[in-house]
């Protein structure tokens, strides 16, 4: 396991970020849409370091009690090395502190890894977004996971 450290995602970053983004994603973000979301008072950014670079990201929106995964990724030379699980964990004790209740993210059915990382940390699938990926027309699996002021997961009947 790679031992990292958390901040806030600044502009300082954005470099970092953008490369680990072109080389994740099919239809990556720009700077200036990374750039707008760190700015936006509903979006929170963190970063993962090791030895001062960045190696990995996650956002999410909150919305009252509800947050929203926007996006995650980690550099390829560090894949494999629980910081998705790092970051995943991260982010949702920081929303848990923000008084989130539930958190929903979105996965293609094709990212196997994706799907049981989150699945290992309480999430569920609870639907489908038909053709949600533009770049080949792929679904999404909606999940959800339903969590305590501790940070712990509770099922949806618990929630209500």
Known sequence: MLKVKFCEMSPNHLDQVIEIERVSYTTPWSRQVFFSEIQNKFAHYIVALSDE???GYIGMWIIFDDAQITNIAVHPCCRSN?????????MIKRGVKMGITRLTLEVRPSNLVARHLYTTL????KGVRKKYYTDNNEDAIIMWKYVHADGNTVT????I
Do not use: D
């Open 122 to 125: 309480g999430f569920v699938e």
């Open 156 to 159: 949806e009947s618990e929630h």
């Open 53 to 55: 670079q960045v190696v």
């Open 82 to 90: 629980n910081v998705g699980r790092q970051l995943m964990q991260e």
